[in-house]
């Protein structure tokens, strides 16, 4: 699994499309700062803020384009046919790109709430970085968690660039506008976004006041609990059809 992980992180290397993408997802927190700056608001809401966007709508967006891309790659290089000469599992293969989107999601959480901290020194205190470091953390893997569905578009439709980009997309933006709209829809991002709403607000004070907020919100654990058995299923979806795949 080591070897292979090696191998999909030179893949990266090589994609510099990748790395700019990820470099410009990490560098979302800066137009939003000027913003924050401007309107003369405090850090609390610069982190709501690139939360919101940052992980629930762009994160998603750019996982799945990496992983339409380690996909493709497969298709255009021929390296399946490759590895169908040697007894290396589908299940391996697929499971070393998963982890690897999981890295990435890490990486952006932890340059994403850098670049926040820097911003917060233009608009005012920064307190509770453990604290808020750890939130990051989390949301990044619960989000790749979520993201999972787009991972089995990918592989659905690996030998098309577009249309697996295309989902994931229309995934992002759908479940983003769910969230926003406040309507209980079952979809794993805004599953997520109704029970993280009271740890990434800026004013979770007011939205204890608003009924109709408190109704929306979930319980964190039973909502984890879903998400997790969502992503199982999907992953296991995954393998059987990657796994019967014609090379």
């Not at 927190?29 to 700056?37: A, F, N």
């Not at 820097?118 to 949301?139: C, V």
């Not at 406040?182 to 993280?196: D, E, N, Q, W």
Request: contains cysteine; proline residues 6%; aromatic residues 10%.
């Amino acid at each position: 699994m080591l070897k292979m992980l090696e191998a999909e992180f030179k893949k990266i290397k090589r994609q510099k499309f990748i790395l700019l993408t990820v470099l410009a997802a990490c560098l979302f927190p800066i137009p939003l700062t000027i913003v924050i700056v401007h309107s003369k608001l405090n850090y609390d809401t610069l982190l709501m803020f690139v939360m919101e966007f940052g992980f629930f709508l762009v994160l998603p967006i750019v996982l799945g384009i990496i992983a339409s891309i380690l996909f493709r790659m497969e298709n255009e290089n021929g390296t399946l046919k490759t590895l169908s000469v040697i007894p290396v599992p589908r299940w391996k293969l697929l499971g070393a790109k998963v982890i690897i989107i999981y890295i990435l999601a890490i990486f952006y959480g932890v340059a994403a709430i850098g670049a926040t901290m820097i911003g917060g020194l233009f608009t005012g205190t920064i307190s509770d970085i453990p604290l808020k470091l750890a939130i990051s953390l989390s949301m990044s893997v619960l989000i790749a968690t979520a993201s999972l569905p787009m991972i089995a578009a990918a592989v659905v439709f690996q030998k098309n660039f577009i249309l697996p980009i295309l989902c994931s997309v229309i995934y992002a933006v759908a479940s983003f506008a769910f969230s926003v709209m406040l309507l209980k829809v079952p979809a794993p991002l805004t599953l997520l976004f109704r029970c993280s709403l009271p740890f990434i607000t800026a004013n979770p004070e007011r939205m204890e006041m608003v009924e109709n907020v408190q109704n929306w919100v979930l319980p964190v654990f039973p909502c984890i609990l879903s998400l997790i058995g969502m992503g199982t299923v999907c992953m296991v979806l995954s393998a059987y059809i990657y796994r019967k795949q014609e090379v």
